[in-house]
């Protein structure tokens, strides 16, 4: 009975269609014939390919990662701080996106939307920095909010007062150094939420120059105010950035300048990649607490004033 069943499970025919020599077969002929079969062959053949894709596959993405933190790390051994910022103006000055009216008329992204109507629905003034070409300074000036920009791109301040005023705005948005927050028109608080506009906290280089712009605009707003950053995020173990600063750091102590700081890329504008213990740690040694953070779909995070 058992070797009827399996000659059906295999396809091989009754008793009555088979040669003498088949019939006196034994179980386990059938299944070595199914184990040789081509077909099976053939298939595990084609699966053993694919797995080996997926260690190739995975060889070319370190070696990416690697070649990314060698060229990063090789550049910031290399460029002073000053070439950094020139790389990072050229780069905004000839990126299309940011000087066309039709983005920046785009309004506010779905999570920036979400942040508003959730921690600044009772602000009336805001302090933005980084305004770049406009967008977010008109999305909130639509909303009702009154808001001072700046720029640290002469060109892209000329964009943003240029689109405002198409809008029938007046001009908002003035030029500010980079690495810089302006400081407040009085002694006293004048604001009641601050933002560091898209992506712009990470152009900052340096912890202790990020912290000193959050400091000036913390002085600037009264306790509980929120504040509300942007920027890549990344793991603590990631490889690129173990290569660039160890290459970069090598590079900078044979020439005698301050060390770059794990996170440091070029992109090829100059980045810093956060972890959410730099940004909570960043926060509060500007005065502020950590009150929202997400990696989704794009690194932002809300502080409060202490």
Not at 81 to 89: A, D, G, P, Q
Not at 131 to 143: C, H, S
Not at 231 to 253: E, I
């Amino acid at each position: 009975m058992q070797q009827d069943q399996l000659k059906n499970s295999f396809g091989v025919a009754g008793e009555s269609g088979q040669s003498q020599s088949s019939s006196s077969s034994k179980p386990g002929d059938a299944i070595e014939r199914y184990q040789y079969d081509p077909i099976v062959w053939l298939y595990y053949g084609a699966h053993s390919v694919l797995r080996g894709s997926y260690v190739f596959v995975k060889l070319v993405i370190n070696c990416h990662a690697l070649l990314r933190g060698l060229f990063s790390g090789i550049w910031l051994g290399l460029l002073r701080h000053e070439t950094l910022l020139k790389i990072n103006r050229f780069y905004y000055s000839r990126t299309k996106k940011y000087k066309d009216f039709s983005y920046n008329k785009s309004g506010l992204w779905a999570w920036e939307r979400m942040i508003i109507a959730r921690y600044f629905r009772i602000c009336k003034r805001l302090l933005l920095i980084g305004a770049g070409g406009g967008r977010e300074v008109l999305a909130l000036r639509r909303l009702g909010y009154e808001v001072h920009g700046f720029e640290c791109n002469s060109e892209l301040v000329r964009v943003a007062n240029a689109l405002l005023n198409e809008e029938g705005l007046s001009s908002s948005v003035r030029f500010a150094p980079p690495d810089m927050c302006p400081n407040g028109e009085a002694s006293r608080p004048i604001y009641d939420g601050l933002i560091v506009g898209w992506g712009a906290y990470m152009l900052i280089r340096g912890h202790d120059k990020r912290v000193a712009v959050l400091r000036k605009m913390r002085a600037q707003v009264h306790a509980g105010a929120p504040l509300l950053v942007s920027f890549f995020c990344r793991s603590s173990k990631t490889k690129q950035f173990l290569v660039s600063t160890a290459v970069g750091n090598s590079l900078r102590r044979v020439l005698g300048r301050e060390n770059i700081e794990v996170g440091d890329a070029l992109e090829p504008e100059y980045v810093h990649y956060f972890t959410q213990e730099e940004i909570t740690g960043e926060l509060r040694d500007a005065g502020f607490m950590l009150e929202y953070y997400t990696e989704v779909p794009y690194g932002h995070a809300v502080g409060i004033a202490s």
